[in-house]
């Protein structure tokens, strides 16, 4: 009789985009043996899972695990990735071993989603060419992930023509809008997003819920076998712990003082006012570079420069994997909206700032 688990993990997606990989390996490595159904946030994350079988706490022999990722307390000298956290619980809690499988979170979408037009080719919109997620921003209560905007414009200046970015992040949290972008801030649910990201050529973000979207998501036949993501990490976390193999990681451990044996592991680089521990001053970023007023980003994240994401992005183009936009040898200009039209008013940090009140509830990004 198979052993009926309820998994439980109220986290951020990206945490749960971790746990979906634990539950295809158990599925995996012990066929057969286990009916898993899930409680977590970022439902539909799971949609079209082939492991999740509908059960009720009610039920017969129905065991509710809270999930956890333990492993994290080592991940500075250890030799493990985040993939490997849920599933080292399992491991205890059940007894057993459980390998790894594949090195991505486990994301399922039907024919029917991959067949249908992704938002940016939708009205008024009408872009049906290649195009790349950006990311430029994240959530209120991790300022620490943060880089300057300003340095995400001139990314996005560079390419132009050549290359088409698509903003998204949660309408609450802290995106200052880019211009000559398309501009689906708080346009999104989870499951656009992840239909989104099976059209995307490639991701730019810090570390956050896209970047393990990037890999979780299958490619579209005719593309190289992983998508190309350009990760503006610093020295937050240790890079062997986030790091996916075809990624290219930009992170400065071992470069400070403050990251010399990892991760800092520091979620803020100024209060945020929310009365959280993470507000006292022993609990903020040790090197703090003002970037405007009411505007500071670690110093591990200043180091990574507006060339150096550029360079990174350019790698795919040079080694072959990704194409430009071209037409008849000339770089195509995207015929579509005008940066106006994309991005809508242009929002100074300091505005978003102002006008957000302080931190966000917890939301997609």
């Known amino acids: 009789m198979p052993r009926k688990l309820i998994l439980t993990c109220n986290l951020s997606p990206g945490d749960v985009v971790m746990m979906t990989a634990a539950v295809r390996d158990l599925h995996l490595a012990y066929p057969g043996m286990f009916l898993t159904d899930v409680r977590t946030s970022a439902v539909q994350l799971w949609e079209n899972n082939p492991y999740i079988t509908s059960l009720s706490e009610e039920d017969p022999g129905v065991e509710v695990l809270p999930m956890r990722y333990d492993l994290i307390h080592k991940s500075n000298e250890g030799a493990h990735h985040f993939i490997h956290g849920y599933v080292r619980h399992l491991e205890e809690v059940l007894g057993l071993r459980i390998p790894v499988s594949k090195f991505r979170g486990d994301i399922h979408l039907a024919q029917r989603e991959k067949a249908w037009l992704n938002q940016v080719q939708e009205d ?17 209560d991790f300022t620490a992930k943060w880089w300057d ?10 390419f132009a023509g050549r290359i088409q970015f698509v903003q998204c992040g949660e309408s609450g949290h802290f995106h200052p809008r880019l211009h000559g972008v398309i501009d689906l801030v708080g346009k999104t649910d989870i499951r656009q997003f992840v239909r989104l990201m099976y059209h995307a050529s490639g991701v730019l973000c810090p570390v956050t819920f896209a ?47 403050c990251c010399d044996n990892g991760g800092c592991w520091k979620s803020r680089c100024q209060p945020v006012g929310d009365g959280d521990k993470m507000d006292r001053p022993e609990n903020l970023c040790l090197q703090p570079v003002a970037i405007r007023p009411n505007l500071a980003i670690p110093r591990c994240m200043d180091m990574v420069t507006a060339g150096d994401v550029i360079r990174a992005i350019e790698v795919y183009y040079e080694g072959g994997a990704l194409s430009y936009l071209m037409r008849g040898g000339t770089p195509r200009t995207p015929e579509i909206l005008s940066a106006r039209q994309q991005s809508g008013p242009t929002d100074s940090p300091e505005a978003v700032m102002q006008r957000a009140g302080g931190v966000e509830a917890p939301g997609q990004f």
Not at 124 to 140: D, H, R
Not at 215 to 240: D, F, H, L, W
């Open 149 to 158: 905007p300003a340095r995400y414009q001139r990314v996005v200046d560079h």
């Open 211 to 257: 970047m393990h979207l990037a890999a979780a998501v299958e490619v579209k036949p005719g593309r190289p076998k992983n998508r190309a993501c350009v990760v503006i990490a610093g020295g937050r976390e240790p890079s062997q712990w986030e790091k996916y193999g075809h990624h290219r990681f930009l992170e400065t451990n071992g470069a400070l003082t």
């Open 124 to 140: 008024p919109i009408c872009w049906n060419e290649e195009f790349w997620i950006v990311m430029a921003g994240g959530k209120y």
